[in-house]
T-cell receptor, first 111, second 117 residues
Framework: QKEVEQNSGPLSVPEGAIASLNCTYS??????FFWYRQYSGKSPELIMS????GDKEDGRFTAQLNKASQYVSLLIRDSQPSDSATYLC???????????FGAGTRLFVKA | DTGVSQDPRHKITKRGQNVTFRCDPI?????LYWYRQTLGQGPEFLTY????????KSRLLSDRFSAERPKGSFSTLEIQRTEQGDSAMYLC???????????????FGQGTRLTVV
């Protein structure tokens, strides 16, 4: 089992729709969770962080965390073509020393 | 200082040659990480430093790889006797630790793309 698992996609949604990205992790003691966006040929860019169970909203983005289910998700409302990218789920483990990444989910937003 | 800086951005080298990459982290950040990313994969952890101390090195990192952070500021990653399988994007990230906090978001540089021919 991979430490951080994501559906590789691609996930295709029409412009204006809600995109839902999911991630599961294996280390129960993980405390910090992140979503990064990566455009083709570019480096990852941090877009959301979440540390406690529940929802965290920032503009069009909502991160959801369920530690009991070891599940993290990212919702993108009113999706735009500029949101088309790979979204990486990341988990901080080992006492807060090492961030482990999933393989990423490719998102396409169709105009 | 607006972010993590990496140099060079691109490097093409012949198999068997040595290469060295540099990373300058965000100035107040005491943690520095090196990752490697190949096409279609997420960043793969290589090693990390807290200040000048290298605290962990991935077992995926062969003896041909070495990293240093001599004064707790910039870091270098050297690959000796490069192989075609070393072709990848090498990413550097930095973060800071605050007493009593686990909120250590890591911020990435633009990466160094290595091509071994």
């Amino acid at each position: 089992q991979k430490e951080v698992e994501q559906n590789s996609g691609p996930l295709s949604v029409p412009e204006g729709a809600i995109a839902s990205l999911n991630c599961t992790y294996s280390d129960r003691v993980s405390q910090s969770f992140f979503w990064y966006r990566q455009y083709s040929g570019k480096s990852p860019e941090l877009i959301m962080s979440i540390y406690s169970n529940g929802d965290k909203e920032d503009g069009r983005f909502t991160a959801q965390l369920n530690k009991a289910s070891q599940y993290v998700s990212l919702l993108i409302r009113d999706s735009q073509p500029s949101d088309s990218a790979t979204y990486l789920c990341a988990v901080l483990r080992d006492g807060g020393f090492k961030t482990i990444f999933g393989a990423g989910t490719r998102l396409f937003v169709k105009a | 200082d607006t972010g993590v800086s990496q140099d060079p951005r691109h490097k093409i080298t012949k198999r068997g040659q040595n290469v060295t990459f540099r990373c300058d982290p965000i100035s107040e950040h005491n943690r520095l990480y090196w990752y490697r990313q190949t096409l279609g994969q997420g960043p793969e952890f290589l090693t990390y430093f807290q200040n000048e101390a290298q605290l962990e090195k991935s077992r995926l990192l062969s003896d041909r790889f070495s990293a240093e952070r001599p004064k707790g500021s910039f870091s270098t990653l050297e690959i000796q006797r490069t192989e075609q399988g070393d072709s990848a994007m090498y990413l550097c990230a930095s973060s800071s630790t605050r007493t009593g906090s686990l909120n250590t978001e890591a911020f990435f540089g633009q990466g160094t793309r290595l091509t071994v021919v």
